[in-house]
């Protein structure tokens, strides 16, 4: 999952609001690689030959912090049409594979974008930094002003995407699932948890804040869904159990 970015320059602030159920921090990433922008932010808008976008806009559905959500009932449904199969290797992985984070109008980037979306009360300077604010992470429900405690994290980390089907991926879609701001795939979360996080899926790794259980389950199944990825047998039990956290 890893993601987390240098802050560029100065001191940044920024909230994210906890949703009430339940992938740009300083340095290094939370699966062992650099999220920095190194040589500048990649080119161009991210595009892809990617799942259609849900409905809502990328925007957050009253209750939820991400995006592109779906019903308990929903993931229920697409969890259980999940191919199962064993992780595969990490031969030939490279984050760099996965071109992020993109340039998305106005001088801002994925980054910049979700710090906007997902902060409270955010401003950004005429760059596109944030510039004050506040955030709430999901998966710990710890509190902060400071961008520089802040990681974007992928929900589905590029390396297990590699690992269940990302392999296989042209140039463009590995960075529209990097760059993903329409499904539940990007958020802004503590650089702790993020890091602890790292690239481990939800039988390995769980929020300690189990009020974002229901949301987590149902994000990750939605984009392992959207996106034609493999679970493990493991994996697909406790994202039962995890949705299971919000009722019928």
């Not at 159920?21 to 922008?37: E, L, M, P, V």
């Not at 009932?73 to 984070?101: C, E, I, N, Q």
């Not at 996106?227 to 994996?235: I, N």
């Amino acid at each position: 999952m890893g993601r987390q970015i240098r802050v560029r320059g100065g001191a940044l602030a920024v909230v994210l609001v906890l949703g009430l159920s339940g992938c740009a921090g300083s340095t290094g990433g939370a699966d062992g690689k650099a999220d920095g922008k190194a040589g500048g932010k990649p080119s161009g808008k991210a595009s892809a030959p990617g799942p259609s976008a849900p409905a809502g806009g990328g925007k957050p559905a009253s209750g939820d912090v991400l995006p592109g959500m779906v019903t308990a009932a929903v993931a229920r449904t697409r969890l259980a049409g999940l191919k199962v199969a064993r992780p595969g290797t990490m031969a030939g992985y490279s984050r760099d594979k996965f071109t992020h984070w993109a340039e998305q109008g106005n001088k801002c980037d994925t980054r910049e974008v979700v710090l906007k979306r997902d902060g409270s009360g955010v401003t950004q300077d005429a760059e596109c930094r944030a510039v004050s604010g506040s955030w709430r992470s999901l998966y710990d429900g710890s509190a902060t002003t400071d961008a520089g405690k802040l990681d974007i994290d992928h929900m589905v980390p590029l390396a297990e995407a590699w690992r269940s089907g990302a392999a296989g991926w042209d140039a463009a879609r590995r960075k529209a699932f990097a760059n993903d701001l329409t499904h539940p795939q990007l958020l802004a979360v503590s650089a702790a948890s993020n890091r602890s996080k790292g690239d481990q899926s939800p039988d390995l790794w769980q929020p300690t804040d189990k009020s974002s259980w229901c949301q987590y389950g149902r994000a990750w199944t939605v984009v392992k869904s959207d996106y034609g990825l493999t679970v493990t047998e493991p994996e697909r039990a406790m994202l039962t159990t995890m949705i299971d956290t919000c009722g019928r």
